[in-house]
């Protein structure tokens, strides 16, 4: 039996679908939010006027984060998923903990055997070549 699992981006205000996730700090404290088009409008104009009279810290101004992908939604899923079987507590939305990222990864990172085929090639030996880098010489004698 076939399965399709679909993930959608959720706006954390109102529960539409976001286009993305916005970062912004206040009080030493840095949050994210998943906003749907209209939401994250709405925040950057209401926090205009303080972001025009502030001064900008930290550095150099970052690239705009990039919206998560449908790929990146549909691995998410599945790794809330294989963490629920694992009996690992995950919440439906909003940031997988990095552990759990790491564990699904390496769970998924075991080697795989393919499949033997008779028309499978013959691998190719090639020769292998030399280094052309000449290694520096040092002389201990005073220059």
Same mark, same amino acid.
């Given at each position: 039996? %076939? /399965?399709?699992?679909?993930?959608?981006?959720?706006?954390?205000?109102?529960?539409?679908? !976001?286009?993305? &996730?916005?970062?912004?700090?206040?009080?030493?404290?840095?949050?994210?939010?998943?906003?749907?088009? $209209?939401?994250?409008?709405?925040?950057?104009?209401?926090? !205009?006027?303080?972001?025009?009279?502030?001064? #900008? &810290?930290?550095?150099?101004?970052? !690239?705009?984060? $990039?919206?998560?992908?449908?790929?990146?939604? =549909?691995?998410? /899923? %599945?790794?809330?998923?294989?963490?629920? &079987? /694992?009996?690992?507590?995950?919440?439906?939305?909003? #940031?997988?903990?990095?552990?759990?990222?790491? =564990?699904?990864? %390496?769970?998924?990172? =075991?080697?795989?055997?393919?499949?033997?085929?008779? =028309?499978?090639?013959?691998?190719?030996?090639?020769?292998? #070549?030399?280094?052309?880098? /000449?290694?520096?010489?040092?002389?201990?004698?005073?220059?």
């Amino acid at each position: 039996m %076939a /399965q399709q699992v679909d993930v959608s981006f959720v706006d954390d205000l109102d529960g539409r679908e !976001a286009e993305g &996730t916005v970062s912004f700090a206040l009080d030493g404290a840095t949050y994210e939010i998943d906003l749907s088009a $209209r939401n994250g409008a709405r925040l950057r104009e209401i926090l !205009a006027p303080f972001v025009s009279a502030g001064r #900008r &810290t930290g550095g150099a101004a970052r !690239a705009p984060r $990039r919206a998560s992908g449908a790929s990146d939604r =549909a691995r998410n /899923q %599945a790794v809330r998923e294989w963490a629920q &079987t /694992q009996g690992l507590g995950v919440s439906t939305r909003g #940031r997988l903990p990095s552990e759990v990222v790491a =564990a699904y990864e %390496a769970r998924n990172a =075991a080697p795989v055997a393919e499949p033997v085929s008779a =028309a499978a090639p013959e691998p190719v030996e090639r020769p292998r #070549r030399r280094s052309t880098v /000449q290694q520096p010489t040092f002389s201990s004698a005073p220059g």
